[in-house]
T-cell receptor, first 120, second 116 residues
Framework: DSGVTQTPKHLITATGQRVTLRCSPR?????VYWYQQSLDQGLQFLIQ???????AKGNILERFSAQQFPDLHSELNLSSLELGDSALYFC???????????????????FGPGTRLTVL | AQTVTQSQPEMSVQEAETVTLSCTYD???????LFWYKQPPSRQMILVIR??????QNATENRFSVNFQKAAKSFSLKISDSQLGDAAMYFC?????????????FGKGTKLTVNP
């Protein structure tokens, strides 16, 4: 058990719908990362939040958005769903130094169990 | 942008034997981190081993060791005394050590089968 929780474990929905995936990081971790794992694209970084603020953005579609709340949990919102959005969505968390001129030291990313999204 | 390539989609090994999984990467940075993650059928991502690019010594974790060749941008994983529980997808990953994003860049993965 990594200490990172994700809900729900499985989600089945229809094209055009909107869903919200939830992630609770390990206690004390300030950074949350979202990754998408699909058969054709592999594991891709979507977005990172640090202490409530967006820190980095990867290959995240405009139909997708995320946020991190004051209690540090994060939500990934996927809208206007398409068949190709079916994938395993991982959340990971880590302790991260602030970006204020400090080099990031090594901080292991701990992965949650993932949410399996199926779009029919 | 950094890229990670795993040229072996599938590998197999006999129980108790040794297997090496290959990984190459492309980067213009001089300092970074490299990782091997294991993803068993449960789909959980598990960190197997990591290597800091500034360290010349190859990392070792019990039966797992790496061969890090910085000039060649190569980072292979050796699994010794393979066990049935080692069967999984293995992903090589890269992370910058510079400030900013700590995102991981993954390869496509290698599926390892362990035969009894």
């Amino acid at each position: 058990d990594s200490g990172v929780t994700q809900t729900p474990k499985h989600l089945i929905t229809a094209t055009g719908q909107r869903v919200t995936l939830r992630c609770s990081p390990r206690s004390g971790d300030l950074s949350v990362y979202w990754y998408q794992q699909s058969l054709d694209q592999g594991l891709q970084f979507l977005i990172q939040y640090y202490n409530g603020e967006e820190r980095a953005k990867g290959n995240i579609l405009e139909r997708f958005s995320a946020q991190q709340f004051p209690d540090l949990h994060s939500e990934l919102n996927l809208s206007s769903l398409e068949l190709g959005d079916s994938a395993l969505y991982f959340c990971a968390s880590s302790a991260t130094l602030g970006r204020e001129g400090l080099l990031s030291s090594y901080n292991e990313q701990f992965f949650g169990p993932g949410t399996r999204l199926t779009v029919l | 942008a950094q890229t990670v390539t795993q040229s072996q989609p599938e590998m197999s090994v006999q129980e108790a034997e040794t297997v090496t999984l290959s990984c190459t990467y492309d980067t213009s940075e001089s300092d970074y981190y490299l990782f091997w993650y294991k993803q068993p059928p449960s789909r959980q991502m598990i960190l197997v081993i990591r290597q800091e690019a500034y360290k010349q010594q190859n990392a070792t974790e019990n039966r797992f060791s790496v061969n890090f060749q910085k000039a060649a941008k190569s980072f292979s994983l050796k699994i010794s005394d393979s066990q049935l529980g080692d069967a999984a997808m293995y992903f090589c990953a890269y992370r910058t050590s510079q400030g900013g994003s700590e995102k991981l860049v993954f390869g496509k993965g290698t599926k390892l089968t362990v035969n009894p």
